[in-house]
């Protein structure tokens, strides 16, 4: 028989303490990079730093004032805005002012042009009860507002009274037609207007005219006590509307 041969096996520990040993040298070494990596940049950044906080206080700064600056200037515009209202609104009054002064002059002149006429040098010529003007002004009622002025210088001191009556002649559906003082006033009990004066006298009044009539002329009649008088005029019409 031949000789046995005897397997033998050696039993080797496990060593797992080396490869522990690698993970925390790796992790280490990990570590100290970035460790590295930061100290790197913090000295990069450290001198900056100082100029950085800086120019956030400066810049904190000039937003706080830049912000002050739009308040008042906000603040500014709308006391203009405010102040450019008041005096648009004084401008407008002033020029409604003026327009009313000037009419005021307007009528001054022509009240100052009749007493020339009444009692001016072309006074001189006397002249007994009359007319000296009979107009017409539209009113927004549809009806008429007349204006007569009467004069007299032939007896100077005395006083003309009496009553004033009118008719006004003209057209109405292609034929002349003459409206009376009673339908002027749209009554048959209409009085006559009462005139008393020394130089002259305004007599206002309104009227309608009917309807699709066209006015030509006006025949006023004045009766008082010293004297009677009938007078022809042509129509007159103001280009104003009156308020009534």
Same mark, same amino acid.
């Given at each position: 028989?031949?000789?046995?041969?005897?397997?033998?096996?050696?039993?080797?520990?496990?060593?797992?303490?080396?490869?522990?040993?690698?993970?925390?040298? #790796?992790?280490?070494?990990? #570590?100290?990079?970035?460790?590295?990596?930061?100290?790197?940049?913090?000295?990069? !950044?450290?001198?900056? #730093?100082?100029?950085?906080?800086? *120019?956030?206080?400066?810049?904190?700064?000039?937003? *706080?004032?830049? $912000?002050?600056? =739009? &308040?008042?200037?906000?603040?500014? !515009?709308?006391?203009?805005?405010?102040?450019?209202?008041?005096?648009?609104?004084?401008?407008?009054?002033?020029?409604?002012?003026?327009?009313?002064?000037?009419?005021?002059?307007?009528?001054?002149? *022509?009240? +100052?042009?009749?007493?020339?006429?009444?009692?001016?040098?072309?006074?001189?010529? $006397?002249?007994?009860?009359?007319?000296?003007?009979?107009?017409?002004? @539209?009113?927004?009622?549809?009806?008429? $507002?007349?204006?007569?002025?009467?004069?007299?210088?032939?007896? &100077?001191?005395?006083?003309?009274?009496?009553? +004033?009556?009118?008719?006004?002649?003209?057209?109405?559906?292609?034929? =002349?037609?003459?409206?009376?003082?009673?339908?002027?006033?749209?009554?048959?009990?209409?009085? @006559?207007?009462?005139?008393?004066?020394?130089?002259?006298? &305004?007599?206002?009044?309104?009227?309608?005219?009917? @309807?699709?009539?066209?006015?030509?002329?006006?025949?006023?009649? +004045?009766?008082?006590?010293?004297?009677?008088?009938?007078?022809? #005029?042509?129509?007159?019409?103001?280009?104003?509307?009156?308020?009534?």
């Amino acid at each position: 028989m031949g000789k046995t041969e005897t397997t033998r096996y050696v039993i080797v520990p496990h060593r797992r303490g080396r490869r522990t040993m690698l993970l925390s040298a #790796l992790v280490a070494g990990w #570590l100290g990079s970035l460790l590295l990596v930061w100290a790197a940049t913090s000295l990069h !950044a450290a001198p900056q #730093l100082p100029g950085l906080k800086s *120019a956030a206080a400066t810049a904190q700064t000039e937003l *706080a004032a830049a $912000r002050a600056s =739009l &308040q008042q200037l906000s603040q500014r !515009a709308a006391t203009l805005e405010r102040s450019d209202q008041i005096s648009r609104v004084a401008n407008r009054e002033l020029q409604d002012e003026l327009s009313q002064r000037e009419e005021e002059i307007s009528g001054l002149r *022509a009240n +100052l042009a009749f007493y020339e006429r009444v009692a001016g040098p072309a006074a001189k010529q $006397r002249k007994g009860l009359n007319v000296h003007s009979l107009e017409f002004k @539209p009113e927004r009622a549809g009806t008429w $507002r007349y204006q007569a002025v009467l004069t007299q210088n032939l007896a &100077q001191g005395a006083i003309s009274s009496g009553k +004033l009556r009118f008719a006004i002649e003209g057209v109405r559906d292609g034929k =002349l037609a003459t409206v009376g003082w009673t339908d002027l006033h749209q009554s048959s009990s209409a009085p @006559p207007q009462d005139y008393a004066f020394r130089y002259f006298q &305004q007599l206002e009044g309104s009227v309608m005219l009917p @309807p699709g009539f066209t006015p030509q002329r006006v025949r006023v009649a +004045l009766r008082g006590g010293s004297a009677n008088v009938d007078q022809a #005029l042509a129509w007159t019409q103001s280009s104003q509307i009156g308020d009534t």
